[in-house]
């Protein structure tokens, strides 16, 4: 039987349950899980090693790379810009990136790239993985580029290009870099440990990510044009999370270093009114923003049916959610945080075995039966 390290609220005993089958019955190496009610901590759990060979225990203050649970920072932030006025999700892109304008780019609102819906999942021209640390190029290129379809006409999930985009966007507002104004105006304030870029000093702490079995990788189920352009261009290789130019870079669609407790304590802010750990970063309606539904239908890169708000997914899509005020993200391998509005309640769960999946497996999944059964008792 796995040690469970941590904290819960006996009423949320069932969830410790599930988190620790996950290591019992379905293998799981390191992990944790972090959920709030109405603003308050009821589970802080965590268990495991943090490496493959098991030499590294997994500790309180582990951390570990998201992948796509990064996006729900980068909304955040713009959901931050938009609740103080310097953000209008309405406006066209070009009208605080101008060069955005080109080729066809015009009429693309902001909303169109908080919601997958700009006609940009990836990159027309070739790219390496070094061009991800180079914001200027990436950006300028995006800019410049043709869409894959109509904007706004269907979902297409943009997976790394999400990031560049609306983070250009912060940029072009605040003058700063997206990671800058993240940590500045939410992960400090909150005393989270959640960044878009890692210092060195922190490498010690971070869990080494487990790539998915042999044949399980993005690339390999890429089985349309789009997604195989998105996850082979340039290539996602977990293992290049390990190295010091990935963790220093600033990629806000993909390369957070966090835990599920960092996750939760932000996240908060949208199921809990605006306000964290007893600090209102936004106002209710501000943060309610995030269901404000953008665009539904056949994602034409993941092949499923979404439904996407400003930022983060919604109800009525194939990931199954209780109801109509909850929102949530997952990223590759497994990671995955769910905001309750109705119930005020915010849960996350990272990891570093990765499993081949891009929207959360049955590990997350479970925790989260787990929650809303303790939920409704």
Known sequence: MIEVHGTHDPRFAGVVAAFAANFDNDGDVGASFCATVAGETVVDIWAGHADAARTRPWERDTLVNVYSTT????ALTALLLADRGELDFGQRVAHY?????????????????MSHAAGLSGFREKMTKDDMYDWAKVTSLLAAQEPFWAP??????????????????IRRITGQTPGTVFRTEIAEPLGSDFHIGLAASEDDRVAELIPPPPGGGIADIADRPLTANMATNPAVDPRETRTRAWRAAEIPAANGQGNARSVAEIQTLLSNGGV??????????????VLESQIKGDDLVLGMAVHYGLGLGLAGGLTPMPHDECCYWGGYGGSLVINDLKARSTMAYAMNKMASTTTGDLRAFNL??????????
């Open 71 to 74: 996006k729900t920072m980068c």
């Open 368 to 377: 989260a039966i787990a929650m809303w059964q303790a939920l409704a008792a």
């Open 276 to 289: 964290s750990k007893g600090k209102r970063i936004l106002s209710e309606a501000g943060a309610r923003r």
């Open 152 to 169: 706004g006409t269907a979902p297409g999930y943009h997976a790394i290009t999400q990031g560049f985009l609306v983070g250009e966007v």
């Open 97 to 113: 990136w101008p060069e955005f304008a080109a080729a066809g780019k015009a009429d693309v609102t902001v909303a169109q790239l």
